[in-house]
């Protein structure tokens, strides 16, 4: 398994932006797909992106247009960019991966960053 630690959530305005990171442990990163996913308070996690092992990302409808997924495997991390914050997309925010291309259920995750965004 992949350790992962996950920063750079905080308390922001409707409208701003914030990046996340997860940073990865071990030297097979470059073989695991990276997921974010969410979880606000009283709602069940919900899928938010991820970018596979080859480079393909694929993002939740509600976040599409807004958050964009990167990694860079040199540095064992994958970023979310999120831009037009919305109160909605306050939760606490998980990356997780494995290393299946396209998993439903990821093996690995990290302790998780809270994101609130005020209106």
């Known amino acids: 398994q992949v350790q992962l630690v996950e920063s750079g959530g905080g308390l922001v305005q409707a409208g701003d932006s914030l990046r996340l990171s997860c940073a990865a442990s071990?030297?097979?990163?470059?073989?695991?797909?990276v997921g974010w996913l969410r979880q606000a308070p009283g709602k069940e996690r919900e899928f938010v992106a991820t970018?596979?092992?080859?480079?393909?990302?694929y993002y939740a409808d509600s976040v599409k247009g807004r958050f964009t997924i990167v990694r860079d495997n040199a540095k064992n991390t994958v970023y979310l960019r999120m831009t037009s914050l919305k109160s909605g997309d306050t939760a606490v925010y998980y990356c997780?991966?494995?290393?299946?291309?396209?998993?439903?259920?990821?093996?690995?995750w990290g302790q998780g960053t809270q994101v609130t965004v005020s209106s």
């Open positions: 071990g030297r097979t990163f470059s073989r695991y797909t």
């Open positions: 997780a991966a494995d290393l299946r291309r396209w998993p439903d259920e990821y093996n690995s």
């Open positions: 970018i596979t092992y080859t480079g393909d990302a």
